[in-house]
């Protein structure tokens, strides 16, 4: 068996170890990155923290478009939230997504 062959197998092999909830989990986490407004979003709030109404100004986005996008990504524990009075501010809660998410921009801007 060659070297590719070997690779494949170990990769179903793996894969059949995976059970149903992980499955799901990592398939919704790429559903996140899979899409330009979250990928937008994600990357403003690596950088720090942000309401509802600054990440909506800053990307020039409707206020429920951002508030959608976010409960999403809450959903997934990719980002959470203060309250501060009756502003949510936003940030990020998951560092190996961003990360995974970092290095997919890095790839994407490598020359």
Do not use: W
């Not at 494949?8 to 799901?24: A, G, H, K, N, P």
């Not at 919704?28 to 994600?42: C, E, G, M, N």
């Amino acid at each position: 068996m060659n070297k590719e062959e070997n690779g494949e197998q170990f990769l179903r092999e793996d894969t059949q170890l995976l059970d149903e909830e992980t499955l799901f989990v990592v398939s919704q986490t790429f559903k996140a990155l899979s899409d330009p407004t979250r990928i937008r979003i994600l990357n403003l709030l690596c950088k720090e923290e942000h309401s509802v109404n600054d990440i909506a100004e800053t990307l020039n986005l409707s206020q429920s478009s951002v508030s959608h996008q976010l409960r999403f990504l809450k959903n997934l524990r990719l980002v959470k939230f203060r309250r501060e009075g009756t502003t949510l501010y936003y940030s990020e809660d998951d560092y190996h997504v961003m990360n995974l998410l970092k290095q997919a921009i890095e790839h994407a801007t490598h020359n």
